[in-house]
C-alpha cells in the first residue's frame, strides 16, 4: 500500500524537528503552521531556494546526496549573512513515494541538520516532477549581519576554500568517475561555511557565498558596494587537482565554475591577522585573492571568459 502524506511525514520527517536545538520550537511539525519565537533582541534572516531535478542537480544524483544539497544550499545563505541557523522548513514535490529515496533523502538532509544545529518544524508535501524547497530561519544581533553592500575602497578581497573544485568534480562525474575522488565529493557534498560566516562578523565588511561563480559573485558585492573588485590570477588557489588542467581551464573553472558554496568577502587590511587565525581555527583554507578598487564590476587581469562557457548544475534562470 503506498503511503499516505501523514505517514510518510511522520515516517521520514516529523523525527527531523529534534535533531537541532529545539531552541525557540513553540508549535513544530503537525499544526497548521509552526510558532517560533525568536531570542529576545535578535533579527530573523530568512532565505529559501528551490532545487529542480534535472536543473539544479544531475536527476541521477543519490537521494542521500539531494537531502544534503538542499540544506547546505540554503545554509550557505545564512554563513554569508554571519546568521546563526534555527530553523527550516520543507516543501517536497514528488513523483511518487519512494520508500528507499525517502530514506536516503531523509538520511542526508537530516545529518547535516544534526550538524548545523537546525530543526525542520514544517513543510509541504505534493505530487509532481521532483523539486525540493528548503526555506531556512537564522537569527542575527542586529545590525551585525554581514551584507553584500558594506565593501570599501581599499579592503582586501578573500576566499573561503578551493573554488572551482565542484565544477571539475561535476565535470568528472559526468565522464563517470568515482564518487569518492575530491573533487567529485566537493561537488557531492558542499559545506556551508556557517561557522566561518559568524567568525567574520566584526571583521568583513562585505561577503557572499559562491554560487554561481566566483567573479559573477564577487561582481555582485561590487554592484551592491558601488565600487570596483579586482582578482589577482596569481593569488587563486588553482594547485592539487586543478593543477593538472591547463592554466586556462583552471582559472576558467575556479572563476566560473559554479557550485562551490565557499564564501567571498572583503575587509580591511588590519583584520587580516584575526581573519587567518579564524580560518585555521576551524581548519577551514582561506585566501586574499584581491582589492576592493573604484570604477564597478569584477575583472581579473589576464583571464577572460570563454564565449561559450559550459553549463553548470547550479545555473540559474537570470545567470
Ligand atoms: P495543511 O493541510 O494545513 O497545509 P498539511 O497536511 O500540508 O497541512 O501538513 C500537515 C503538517 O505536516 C504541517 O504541520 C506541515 O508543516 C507538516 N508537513 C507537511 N509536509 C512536510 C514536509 N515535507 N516536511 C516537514 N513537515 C511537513
Ligand atoms: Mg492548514
Not at 537564522?138 to 573544485?165: C, H, K, N, S
Not at 564597478?296 to 559550459?310: D, E, H, L
Request: aromatic share 6%.
Amino acid at each position: 500500500m503506498p503511503l499516505s502524506e501523514f505517514q510518510l511525514i511522520a515516517r521520514y520527517f516529523s523525527g527531523l524537528t529534534a535533531v537541532g536545538p529545539t531552541e525557540g520550537v513553540v508549535l513544530g511539525i503537525g499544526d497548521d503552521a509552526a510558532i517560533l519565537r525568536l531570542p529576545p533582541g535578535e533579527d530573523l534572516v530568512v532565505s529559501i531556494d528551490t532545487l529542480v531535478s534535472g536543473v539544479h542537480f544531475p536527476a541521477s544524483l543519490s537521494p542521500r546526496a539531494i537531502g544534503h544539497r538542499a540544506l547546505a544550499v540554503n545554509l550557505s545563505d545564512l554563513a554569508a549573512m554571519g546568521a546563526r541557523p534555527m530553523w527550516f522548513t520543507l516543501a517536497l514535490t514528488l513523483p511518487d513515494a519512494n520508500e528507499p529515496w525517502l530514506a536516503g533523502f531523509a538520511e542526508g538532509l537530516g545529518q547535516l541538520a544534526h550538524r548545523a544545529g537546525i530543526a525542520l518544524v514544517g513543510g509541504d508535501t505534493t505530487r509532481g516532477p521532483l523539486s525540493i524547497t528548503i526555506q531556512v530561519h537564522g537569527v542575527a544581533t542586529p545590525d551585525a549581519a554581514l551584507r553584500r553592500d558594506g565593501a570599501r575602497l581599499g579592503d582586501e578581497l578573500w576566499v573561503t576554500g578551493r573554488p572551482g573544485l565542484a565544477a571539475l568534480g561535476l565535470r568528472l562525474l559526468q565522464s563517470g568517475a568515482r564518487e569518492n575522488d575530491p573533487a567529485c565529493a566537493a561537488f557531492l557534498w558542499p559545506e556551508p561555511r556557517v561557522a566561518m560566516g559568524r567568525a567574520l562578523l566584526g571583521l568583513a565588511t562585505a561577503a557572499i557565498d559562491v554560487s554561481d561563480g566566483l567573479l559573477a559573485d564577487a561582481g555582485h558585492i561590487a554592484e551592491r558596494s558601488g565600487c570596483g573588485v579586482e582578482i589577482d590570477a596569481a593569488c587563486l588557489p588553482l594547485e592539487a587537482e586543478l593543477a593538472v588542467l591547463s592554466r586556462e581551464d583552471a582559472l576558467a573553472l575556479c572563476l566560473t565554475g559554479g557550485d562551490d558554496y565557499e564564501l567571498c568577502f572583503t575587509a580591511p587590511a588590519t583584520a587580516a591577522a584575526l581573519i587567518e587565525s579564524a580560518a585555521e581555527n576551524l581548519g577551514l583554507p582561506c585566501r586574499r585573492i584581491g582589492r576592493v578598487v573604484e570604477g564597478s564590476g569584477a575583472r581579473c587581469a589576464g583571464f577572460r571568459p570563454a564565449r561559450t562557457g559550459f553549463q553548470h548544475f547550479g545555473a540559474s534562470i537570470d545567470a
